[in-house]
């Protein structure tokens, strides 16, 4: 799995190849989305991404949730249809290949999500913890229900 810091990298690179234009704004996990690949917000132009999908499926359906997303971002900030149901989106997705749908979620849907106070890695769990047993694998910071 690939972290957040990766997902920026990739998506800036993937951003100038597949629309010839930057992504200059924050691009990361977020482990509360259950279902929807990703989701990218109209108020301050940052994605979020689906980490359960690409734990199940790979980079090849985080690249296609990601360019999906660039669709929307691109095309809001130019001003076109950036919606599902318009014609730009439409025709700009099948150009750069973003996935139409996410793939299913095969693994059971996480009821908790706990995350570290010190690197924001987050940790989805089907039952509750006593999280102050428990530290970040990464940081060994302390990990908190969100
Ligand atoms: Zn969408
Ligand atoms: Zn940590």
Redesign the pocket.
């Known amino acids: 799995m690939i972290d957040n810091q990766t997902l920026q990298r990739l998506t800036e690179q993937w951003s100038l190849a597949l629309f010839h234009r930057p992504f200059t704004h924050q691009i990361m996990f977020n482990a509360r989305l259950q279902t929807t690949g990703g989701r990218y917000h109209l108020n301050d132009h940052h994605i979020d991404i689906n980490p359960h999908l690409v734990a199940e499926y790979g980079m090849d359906v985080l690249q296609g949730i990601v360019v999906h997303e660039l669709c929307h971002y691109h095309l809001h900030l130019q001003g076109l249809g950036h919606q599902h149901r318009d014609a730009d989106f439409k025709r700009l997705l099948v150009q750069t290949g973003g996935l139409r749908y996410a793939p299913p979620r095969q693994q059971r849907v996480a009821k908790y999500v706990y995350q570290?106070q010190?690197?924001?890695?987050q940790y989805p769990k089907q039952r509750r913890i006593q999280a102050w047993r428990y530290r970040?694998?990464?940081?060994?910071?302390k990990i908190k229900l969100i």
Not at 118 to 121: G, L, N, P
Not at 136 to 141: A, D, E, I, K, V
């Open positions: 570290c010190k690197c924001h890695r970040c694998r990464f940081c060994r910071g």
